[in-house]
């Protein structure tokens, strides 16, 4: 596990990255871009890249608890997950920033999503949703990893200890236990979803 330079104040807002050795060229690609714009923003002492990454001796689920164990023990006020092999909008450390200055719960989250390369339906992550479902314009989902949360609220929830579905299963025990109860909006999309990339996914 890794954490980026942060210098000597604690980072507020931490964005989550489970990871796998074999994925190094994916992982720097998004990486690269969170510190861009962690840069472009002056928001080196409020936000840190949190990086757990093996050769597959874990699962998907235990790296995320790991990784939210860890931004729990930092003090980080909010997190959120990025996939190592997704890509972040140009907006998406800024609106960061805002979430945190908000006080709000979570966030809502516009994303598209792309299938072996080709654009499909966008999604939305939001409080309105009561479940995971679609219809022809878009997916819905109530918020899951990919939304920032305040940290405080979720922390006791662990994902399952496996590698797929871990992550929809968290988002239902979220939502089942009514722990978010503000959300602050985000009107664009700050998230590309990859499915069915040449390289497996997490």
């Known amino acids: ?3 980026n330079p942060i210098g000597s104040t604690t980072p507020r807002i931490g964005i989550l ?3 796998l050795s074999e994925r190094e060229g994916l992982l720097k690609r998004v ?12 928001a080196n002492f409020y936000v840190g890249i949190f990086i757990n990454e093996d050769q597959g001796q874990k699962t998907t689920g235990q790296k995320r608890n790991e990784l939210i164990e860890e931004a ?22 800024r609106r960061a920033l805002e979430v945190l200055e908000s006080g709000f719960d979570t966030a809502e989250l516009w994303g598209d999503i792309y299938w072996n390369g080709k654009k499909g339906k966008p999604f939305h992550h939001s409080l309105i949703h009561a479940e995971w479902w679609e219809d022809n ?8 990893h990919l939304n920032f949360m305040k940290l405080d609220l979720v922390k ?4 399952p200890d496996q ?3 871990e992550d929809g299963q968290w988002s239902m025990k979220i939502k ?12 664009e999309t700050i998230y590309k979803y990859y499915n069915g990339h040449p390289k497996h996914a997490l």
């Open 137 to 144: 314009q878009f997916y819905y989902r109530c918020p899951n």
């Open 1 to 3: 596990m890794r954490a």
């Open 72 to 93: 729990a023990q930092w003090g980080v006020k909010y997190t959120a997950f990025v996939d190592d092999d997704d890509e972040v909008g140009p907006t998406y450390v």
């Open 31 to 42: 990486y690269n871009e969170l510190q861009r714009q962690i840069q472009e923003c002056g």
């Open 17 to 19: 990255i489970p990871s």
């Open 163 to 165: 590698n797929f579905g």
């Open 176 to 187: 089942e236990l009514g722990l978010l109860k503000t959300e602050y909006k985000i009107p």
């Open 156 to 159: 006791d929830v662990k994902f």
